[in-house]
T-cell receptor
């Protein structure tokens, strides 16, 4: 089955800096790659996604890039704010979701 | 996205007992999914619940331990049977988005503590 690895497990940045979280996947058949943000005690929220026929997608301060050849995709958050502090999960989908292990992002004011 | 609710939001149970978690969606959805999130961990798919057929379980999860019902296109239940402290987790249901383009949206979760 699919194997999704996510790095780093924790990330601490200064407010205003950029944050990058990286994921790799193993199954070349995976065709959908969402990113979820989970605040403490809350449900995972879909924040951005990318499909296998696209290399990059942006939504305001967040962007996702996909390299199908290398089987990796990344989440980029620019101009980070304290409210970006949360756990972020990547996932790869082929018939079902396989989640990465999560990255705890701490944005220091 | 669909509006998803779960009951109960949390519960504390004694070992050996069972708990049934309900998931209600405000629109008809073909596929509903049940996940487990152990403390500080990622999400693990337990099973996929399809209306009109038996649930499909992932490796490591069995029907006797996690029976699932899917009586209609807006509702599903997950039962955690014969509980032990190792079952203490957050249980989340999720549904595919209305556009059926792989997006999944999660319910608020049920926080289960087994003593």
């Amino acid at each position: 089955g699919e194997n999704v690895e996510q790095h780093p497990s924790t990330l601490s940045v200064q407010e205003g800096d950029s944050a990058v979280i990286k994921c790799t996947y193993s199954d070349s058949a995976s065709n959908y790659f969402p990113w979820y943000k989970q605040e403490l005690g809350k449900r995972p929220q879909l924040i951005i996604d990318i499909r296998s026929n696209v290399g990059e997608k942006k939504d305001q301060r967040i962007a996702v890039t996909l390299n199908k050849t290398a089987k990796h995709f990344s989440l980029h958050i620019t101009e980070t704010q304290p409210e970006d502090s949360a756990v972020y999960f990547c996932a790869a989908n082929f018939n079902k979701f396989y989640f990465g292990s999560g990255t705890k992002l701490n944005v220091k004011p | 996205s669909a509006v998803i609710s779960q009951k109960p939001s949390r519960d504390i149970c004694q070992r050996g007992t069972s708990l049934t978690i309900q998931c209600q969606v405000d629109s008809q959805v073909t596929m509903m999914f049940w996940y487990r999130q152990q403390p500080g961990q990622s999400l693990t798919l337990i099973a996929t619940a399809n209306q009109g057929s038996e649930a499909t379980y992932e490796s490591g999860f069995v029907i006797d331990k996690f029976p699932i019902s899917r009586p209609n296109l807006t509702f599903s239940t997950l039962t955690v049977s014969n509980m032990s402290p190792e079952d203490s987790s957050i249980y989340l249901c999720s549904v595919e988005g209305r556009e059926k383009n792989h997006e999944q949206f999660f319910g608020p979760g049920t926080r289960l503590t087994v003593l």
